[in-house]
């Protein structure tokens, strides 16, 4: 049963304004300027320079340092940062006991694929640089960051590196042919398909679409450490969490799926008064705490 207050969530959303002409750099202003809830005073960020990369620890009181998150935001590969996810990463902090080393990859069409896997990496081999056991290392991210999430995994595991303990994806878009979103769409969705197929175009930069590192939903994904994938059961992506988990389990992967009814994309960003967005969120840091021993 929904709580009470994803009706006044769905509302807020519902009434913000759709500017559909806006450019890449308007949009780009405006998510970083859209209001926010506020991060907690006792929050701890520092700005890191992560193997050539920009990275911040995102930490809070009780986060184990030898326990990390590697934390790949969302976006469409062309939008966000570390700026318009630090409270939601804060509370990932929170909840699993542990630092959080976000990055800001290189977003496209400026730079487009492969450009985010190999910022990923570089940044993954520089946590190990640093002395983080690989088996104290989670990668994560929420929709373009829940992609790059499994790319980052196939990438190092393609390369003989030692693999984190887990991976998670909140709300991951795998696709870039946009499978889900076309079937799913609905007028007023939150997700819609020309929107979502613009980003898809810039961040491959004429590859083909069914590139693994760039689509994993098309890779074998034989050999990825433990996933948790987390979607919501009223989202346009739906599809690509559903088949994710089909083709890794397929080939021995160990998935945990939760599909979250009612819920719409990547509804952790709204735990600061959704209560369903904050149980999501500790149910990470259950999954976190229990694959990090």
Not at 40 to 65: M, Q, S
Not at 157 to 165: I, M, N, V
Not at 179 to 196: L, Y
């Amino acid at each position: 049963m929904p709580s009470k207050e994803l009706e006044a969530v769905l509302e807020l959303m519902r009434s913000r304004p759709v500017q559909p002409d806006l450019s890449l750099e308007e949009q780009r202003a405006a998510f970083e300027a859209a209001p926010r809830f506020p991060l907690a005073e006792d929050v701890k960020c520092e700005e890191v320079d992560a193997g050539g990369v920009p990275g911040e620890w995102i930490t809070t009181p009780g986060a184990v340092d030898e326990r990390v998150i590697f934390y790949l935001h969302g976006g469409g590969y062309v939008l966000c940062s570390i700026n318009t996810h630090r409270e939601l990463i804060s509370r990932l902090s929170r909840a699993a006991g542990a630092r959080v080393l976000a990055i800001d990859y290189r977003l496209a069409p400026e730079s487009p694929f492969p450009a985010a896997v190999h910022d990923s990496v570089s940044a993954y081999r520089w946590l190990l640089s640093q002395g983080v056991e690989p088996g104290h290392i989670v990668v994560g991210g929420d929709s373009a960051g829940g992609g790059l999430t499994v790319a980052t995994l196939l990438a190092i595991r393609d390369a003989e590196g030692p693999l984190p303990a887990a991976g998670v994806c909140i709300s991951p878009w795998v696709d870039m042919e946009c499978t889900s979103v076309i079937k799913h769409a609905t007028t007023g969705g939150m997700i819609q398909p020309e929107h979502i197929l613009g980003m898809a175009k810039a961040y491959l930069g004429g590859v083909d679409a069914r590139t693994p590192l760039a689509s994993p939903i098309f890779a074998d994904l034989k050999g990825l450490p433990p996933l948790l994938i987390q979607v919501g059961g009223a989202e346009e992506l739906l599809d690509d969490s559903t088949r994710l988990a089909e083709r890794a389990e397929a080939v021995g992967v160990d998935v945990t799926l939760e599909s979250w009814e009612d819920m719409f994309h990547v509804w952790h960003s709204y735990a600061g008064m959704l209560p369903e967005g904050q149980q999501a969120i500790d149910r990470i840091g259950e999954f976190v705490r229990e694959k990090m021993g």
